[in-house]
């Protein structure tokens, strides 16, 4: 593993926090686009997981943001972008590409918060990160992806 990471301030975790519930919303929007404008047979069933997503994305969003709030901060309200295609597997790439970043985001987060000892925010995003790891899951297996790993930064 590399060296841990420095321990943020409460501001610094605010603000990295933000930066992962703009991911999840994010996330919300992309699965609501690309599970309504899949098009194709063979698209059909992983475009219903899509819209199970964009319903766990959101509860990820609630969470986070009742951590920011505990923290003290204010929940920011702007999503990263969205990338857009016409071509399913596309879609399903930048999903995977997403998903890769933000579990790749809450491991650095579990630890800087288990540094602060702040153990409860680890347990939040411990329970998202298991999540967000089934989402990349049925992702790759979507595009045909056998064993896909999540490289670290």
Do not use: C, W
């Not at 060296?3 to 501001?11: D, E, G, L, T, W």
């Not at 991911?23 to 919300?28: K, M, T």
């Not at 999503?79 to 790439?93: E, F, N, Q």
Request: proline share 5%; aromatic share 6%; no cysteine.
């Amino acid at each position: 593993m590399k060296n841990p990471a420095p321990i943020p301030s409460r501001q610094e975790m605010i603000d990295l926090l933000n930066e992962d519930l703009a991911r999840e919303y994010q996330a919300i929007i992309a699965y609501v686009v690309y599970s309504q404008t899949l098009k194709g047979a063979e698209y059909q069933s992983i475009a219903n997981e899509l819209a199970l997503h964009a319903g766990e994305e959101l509860s990820h969003a609630i969470q986070i943001a009742k951590q920011i709030d505990y923290f003290n901060g204010t929940p920011t309200t702007t999503p990263k972008a969205v990338k857009i295609s016409d071509k399913p597997k596309d879609m399903l790439r930048f999903d995977l590409e997403n998903e890769m970043e933000t579990i790749r985001g809450y491991r650095q987060r579990i630890r800087q918060a288990e540094a602060m000892g702040e153990y409860a925010l680890s347990e939040v995003l411990r329970k998202i990160i298991a999540q967000e790891q089934e989402h990349f899951m049925d992702l790759a297996e979507a595009l045909g992806i056998d064993n896909p790993v999540i490289e670290q930064e």
